[in-house]
Each structure stands twice: as structure tokens, then as C-alpha cells.
């Protein structure tokens, strides 16, 4: 398996992407929104990655209504996070050598994932096997496999099928909450279309810091469906957000990190 779907195999160790990045507060890149597809490829970079910085992290990194999330459990979260953030870095020339905001931002995504969770459990919604099994299928299906080959992959990298699991009811309920308390969201025309903008904008950028070319826009009906998906995730990320502030104020919580 190659770099790439080694990283998109891991990222179910961090499942709920979408928690993690409201509860840090942050911004909509963060929150899995990526721009358009573009031609350049990821696979190009192999400069040596820095590594996750666990130095200074508590044994339990928070509590949250009387749940600790311990430092072995933040570590999965942090390490798959930072790798992908640092496969990132390497194409934009960023700097990921102070990890301090990251590990923030994990954490306070874990908080709020947490939340949700016994959010779930309060309001009797349950994830069942069939549930598991499909979202299983569709994580394996967006990393070019079936859901044995999946599985197969994710032990390698350390998971084990009780992990999996676990990983699996947390998001299958989390949407699940989301979905009641939040609704569905629609994309218009128009913030598709500014959505695309800003996504030519980033490109442009991302080619002139690079000291080249930018790579050329794929045309806006050709990524359309992607935009729309773009843009219904960062208003349902904005609504998350809001709600898992609230539970916040509701219940006690302490973090430690």
C-alpha cells in the first residue's frame, strides 16, 4: 500500500475529522474542506517527515463529565493527525516543528467528539452492526478497497478489529445526533461557485510560494459535485461546532493539555 492510502487508512483512527476540527474553533481547511482537485500530486514529496512531539502530555489529557481521555488514546488521534498534517506541510512549504497549536486542537477535538458521544447515548441513539458495517464499506471504498482488504490494512498500521469497532459506533452515533439535532444541509449555486473561487485563489498562491506555476483549475462543472459536498460539510462542521460549544457549557470539562 502506498504512502497516500497508508495515510487514508489511518485517518479512521481519527474518524470523527469533523469534531475534531470544531472543537478546536478551526477554520474551515482544517475541518477536511479541501479546495478543488488540482493535477499536482502528493506522492511527489519524500523529504524526511518530522515526528509527533509527545513530550509534556499527561497521562490523562482531559475529562469530560467525569470521562478521562487518556494520553494512549490522544496519542492515536495525534500521531495519525500529525502525519497527515505533516504530509501537507511538505508540499507547501510549511513549518510544523511547533506542534503546541496542534496538539490543542486534537485535543479539544477529542473533547468534542466525546461530547457528542454522550450526547448520543443520552438521546438513546445506537449504532447498529448493520450501520458499523456500511460505514466500514464506504471508509474502504473511499481508500480503493473492500472492507476485508480495509480491515487488513488498518491492523497493519496497528489497529486492531475491537479499535475499529469502537471508531466505528463513535462516528456511526455522532452523526446519528448531528443528523437529529442539526438536520441535513444544501449547497446554492452561488456558494459553490464562491467556493471555487477560493479554491482557484489557494492554488494560485500555493504556485507562486513554490516558486512555479500553478497547476491548472480542473473547470467548475467538472468538480461541481465536489464543491457541493465541500460546501454542505463546512456548514454542518459550523453547526457542529455550535452545538458541541453548548454541551460544553453544559457538562464539565477539563483539559489538561
Do not use: W
Not at 502506498?2 to 481519527?14: P, Q
Not at 471508509?139 to 478497497?145: F, I, L, P, R, S
Not at 444541509?185 to 498562491?205: D, I, L, N, P, V
Not at 465541500?230 to 477539563?254: C, H, R, S, Y
Amino acid at each position: 500500500m502506498n504512502k497516500k492510502k497508508m495515510m487514508a487508512a489511518l485517518a479512521l483512527v481519527g474518524s470523527l475529522s469533523l469534531v475534531t476540527a470544531c472543537g478546536s474553533g478551526g477554520n474551515d481547511e482544517a475541518a477536511g474542506s479541501s479546495p478543488a482537485p488540482s493535477s499536482q500530486s502528493a506522492g511527489s514529496q519524500e523529504a524526511a517527515a518530522p515526528s509527533p512531539d509527545m513530550n509534556g502530555v499527561p497521562d490523562v489529557v482531559a475529562t469530560v463529565n467525569g470521562k478521562d481521555i487518556t494520553k494512549d488514546e490522544f496519542a492515536d488521534v495525534y500521531k495519525s493527525q500529525f502525519q497527515q498534517a505533516a504530509m501537507q506541510a511538505q508540499m507547501s512549504g510549511q513549518d510544523v516543528s511547533d506542534q503546541t497549536e496542534m496538539k490543542k486542537q486534537a485535543v479539544e477535538g477529542m473533547v468534542g467528539s466525546e461530547l457528542l458521544v454522550q450526547h448520543a447515548e443520552k438521546t438513546g441513539l445506537k449504532a447498529s452492526k448493520a450501520d458499523m458495517d456500511k460505514a466500514l464499506a464506504a471508509a474502504a471504498k473511499t481508500n480503493q478497497m473492500n472492507s476485508k482488504e480495509f480491515l487488513a490494512a488498518l491492523k497493519k498500521q496497528g489497529m486492531d478489529r475491537a479499535t475499529v469497532d469502537k471508531q466505528l459506533k463513535q462516528q456511526v452515533e455522532v452523526e446519528g445526533v448531528i443528523k437529529k439535532e442539526l438536520g441535513t444541509f444544501t449547497a446554492s449555486e452561488k456558494e459553490m461557485k464562491a467556493a471555487y473561487a477560493q479554491a482557484e485563489q489557494a492554488q494560485k498562491q500555493q504556485g507562486g510560494a513554490s516558486g512555479g506555476s500553478a497547476a491548472a483549475m480542473p473547470k467548475y462543472k467538472e468538480v461541481k459535485s465536489q464543491l457541493k459536498k465541500q460546501v454542505e460539510q463546512q456548514k454542518e462542521n459550523k453547526a457542529t461546532a455550535t452545538l458541541v460549544e453548548k454541551l460544553k457549557k453544559q457538562g464539565d470539562v477539563k483539559v489538561n493539555l
